[in-house]
């Protein structure tokens, strides 16, 4: 469905070319001047220096042409030259109705070429628990991901493990200090593994801690671990094993913790997944003549002219021949090509790895791991603060994992819930956990991805303002009305939105009628903000409407009836939007 802003735009073209002016004039805004107007376009300001003369001789001639458009119920030329618009409330009510016989997508046209896009997030790393630095990447890569699916792109979202490193090997040798008897640990040993893994999730997350603080006062310890590593890496059988048995446990715990927060992945590559590729890689860019030495490392250069910045070299190798971070990186740009053929990779990482990130894209790009056309972006995000400013952190001080953060955030929400009324406690745990997760979520998507925000629980978990249990407590409110007015009554078979009749019902049908202009800017630019903005403001729409209007009590049968439709279109709008955000409303809160 064309976009309400263009066809208003085609009109207001139409009518500067029809008085002999040049149409690119004719482009209109939204307004912003809203006491005013609804639409506006500044055109003439512009056109009257080609055609020397004041602007306002343009504008009259426009209003002058648009005067009997159906689509406009006013049209004033204001001085100096300005050309103030409002819809026409029929118009509008007919956008509306065309919308709602789309009820899937709300006349949100799929792009027309559709492209396959990678989506680089999550980024956990292995037998380390989730803490909060991971919950924005998983947050808005999940969004990011559902707005490109709506529109119509094939997604394909990889978690990215950090499975392959020195956290490996320090795992296994605090294993191998604790339990030597293991088979795992036996050299010779030729036979088959057990299936069982012989530690459990707690076990793996207590390990590793205590293995990291360890090698850190213990230089032998250290040693011993760098070394289970580099033999891990070299193909050593029994730490393979183990490698297998601590993934396959970590990643249950995994996909469980990223269940909790609605985000599920289609792919569950890890970092080892790229090591295979990594000896071909390498040799290519050094036949290829992009790598070479420098101070012992093989490294290949990024700068460019333009840099206002310095851009180091990008290392492949270290100097004793080990891959890195950026290997690790560039090597699964070479798996991601060879399998998936993206047409564009987006990596959804901490705003620190941006620099990183320049090295690794200028890289694969000139020594021809991806096409010309294939686009690389980095979308990082800043960082979740507590109240007081400084990187989140639980009470203690200590990193705060992300299973106790949501607990609490349920918890909270639980008593919020059943403080004023009475819940089946099994529904009441539902809803909680509905509407905690809306808390969480949307307090992080409504700010720019790129900027720092504050987790502050009381105002998220707030019903009031901008949160996400706002906009559900709109969705139930919505719900509800609906549903009384369906146990009394089926709507007229002639049912349909009609032209406003009130100033409030005129705002929330203009609200809503941006639809598909704020899914398309949101896919374009990445921006779940866009989304949270626009449900923010619908929302508010509808609550000043609903408090202006007797809905239900409505005696004019029609009426009613296109009071209906309307809300009928405006939770559908509201759902659609939480659904790419990542959460659900329930049925009652
Ligand atoms: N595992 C990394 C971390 O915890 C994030 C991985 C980001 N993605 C990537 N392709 N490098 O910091």
Request: charged letters at 30%.
């Amino acid at each position: 469905m064309e976009k309400i802003l263009d066809a208003i735009s085609r009109e207001v073209v139409n009518a500067f070319q029809d008085n002999g002016y040049d149409g690119k004039y004719g482009k209109v805004t939204l307004s912003n001047r809203p006491d005013l107007c609804e639409y506006q376009c500044n055109g003439a300001m512009a056109a009257a220096k080609e055609y020397k003369c004041a602007p306002f001789m343009i504008s009259d001639k426009v209003a002058d042409s648009l005067k009997d458009n159906p689509m406009f119920e006013a049209v004033d030329s204001v001085k100096p030259g300005f050309l103030n618009l409002k819809l026409h409330p029929g118009y509008l009510a007919g956008y509306l109705q065309e919308m709602a016989e789309d009820s899937e997508r709300l006349g949100c046209t799929k792009c027309e070429n559709p492209r396959t896009i990678m989506i680089d997030y999550g980024g956990p790393n292995v037998a380390k628990p989730l803490h909060v630095g991971h919950l924005r990447s998983a947050i808005i890569g999940e969004s990011v991901k559902r707005i490109g699916k709506f529109m119509g792109h094939t997604m394909i979202g990889d978690v990215h493990l950090g499975d392959w490193g020195l956290q490996m090997g320090l795992i296994i040798t605090e294993l191998k200090e604790r339990k030597p008897e293991l088979i795992y640990f036996k050299e010779d040993y030729e036979g088959e593994y057990p299936q069982e893994a012989p530690f459990t999730i707690g076990e793996l997350e207590e390990i590793y801690p205590m293995a990291s603080a360890k090698s850190k006062e213990d230089d032998d310890y250290k040693e011993m671990a760098m070394q289970a590593t580099y033999e891990l890496q070299h193909g050593r059988k029994g730490y393979q094993a183990l490698l297998g048995h601590i993934l396959d446990v970590s990643v249950s715990d995994l996909k469980r913790n990223y269940e909790n927060l609605n985000v599920s992945f289609e792919l569950w590559k890890g970092e080892s997944d790229a090591q295979p590729f990594i000896p071909d890689m390498v040799q290519k860019m050094k036949d290829d003549g992009y790598a070479h030495i420098s101070e012992g490392a093989l490294v290949v250069d990024v700068k460019e002219e333009s840099d206002t910045k310095e851009v180091p070299p990008c290392m492949i190798l270290k100097s004793d021949g080990a891959s890195l971070y950026n290997t690790t990186d560039l090597a699964t740009i070479v798996w991601r090509m060879r399998d998936y053929q993206p047409d564009e990779i987006i990596y959804v990482v901490d705003k620190r790895q941006e620099l990183y990130f320049t090295q690794v894209f200028r890289c694969a790009r000139k020594t021809g791991l991806v096409k010309p056309e294939t686009e690389l972006k980095f979308l990082g995000f800043g960082t979740m603060n507590g109240k007081d400013g400084k990187p989140f952190k639980t009470r203690e001080g200590g990193v705060m994992r992300l299973e106790y953060l949501v607990d609490e955030i349920n918890e909270e929400m639980y008593k919020k819930i059943t403080d004023n009324h009475t819940v089946e406690e099994e529904e009441g745990r539902k809803t909680a956990k509905m509407v905690a997760l809306s808390a969480i979520k949307y307090g992080d998507l409504s700010n720019q991805a790129s900027k720092d925000y504050i987790f502050d629980v009381d105002r998220f978990t707030s019903f009031e303002g901008n949160t996400g249990p706002y906009i559900l407590y709109t969705i139930v409110r919505i719900k509800s009305i609906l549903k009384k007015y369906q146990a009394k009554k089926s709507l007229p078979e002639m049912a349909k939105i009609l032209p406003a009749q009130s100033q409030s019902e005129k705002a929330l049908m203009l609200e809503i009628s941006k639809f598909n202009s704020m899914m398309e800017s949101a896919f374009a630019d990445t921006a779940p903000h866009k989304v949270c903005a626009y449900i923010y403001d619908l929302s508010n729409a509808f609550n000043h409407f609903y408090h202006e209007t007797k809905i239900l009590a409505e005696q004019d049968e029609m009426v009613q009836a296109g009071y209906i439709c309307l809300l009928e279109l405006t939770r559908r709008a509201l759902e659609i939007c939480i659904d790419v955000l990542g959460f659900e409303a329930p049925e009652r809160m």
